[in-house]
């Protein structure tokens, strides 16, 4: 009787053993998913915010891009108006 008392003592105490090591590295499971997550939500909110960077200079190269052809027309019209100026004076 005593015998099996102490073996049955013995499993309980592996057993106890056992289900704390399970209970920990639950924990430890738990901590990483809970860092991963973190990460995962701070990666998400950096593309966002990459990705509305990009659409703005996307938008501020159009914009570049209309104001440098308009430049370009303006040039065009002062160089035909400049010459057309030189054209009246040597005729004087």
């Known amino acids: 009787m005593e015998r099996e008392l ?4 013995g499993k309980n105490n ?12 639950k ?5 990483a998913v809970s ?4 990460e995962i939500e701070w990666i ?7 990705q509305q960077n ?3 200079l996307i938008r501020e190269r159009d914009m570049m891009k ?6 370009e027309d303006t040039n065009t019209k ?11 004076i040597s005729t004087l």
Request: no cysteine; charged share 35%.
């Open 6 to 9: 102490k073996n049955l003592l």
């Open 14 to 25: 592996g057993l106890e053993t056992q289900r704390e090591g399970a209970y920990h590295d």
């Open 27 to 31: 924990m430890v499971a738990t901590n």
């Open 35 to 38: 860092a991963l997550t973190r």
């Open 44 to 50: 998400n909110k950096q593309t966002d915010k990459e």
């Open 54 to 56: 990009i659409h703005n």
């Open 66 to 71: 209309k104001n440098l052809a308009k430049v």
């Open 78 to 88: 002062n160089k035909d108006e400049l010459s057309r100026k030189q054209n009246y």
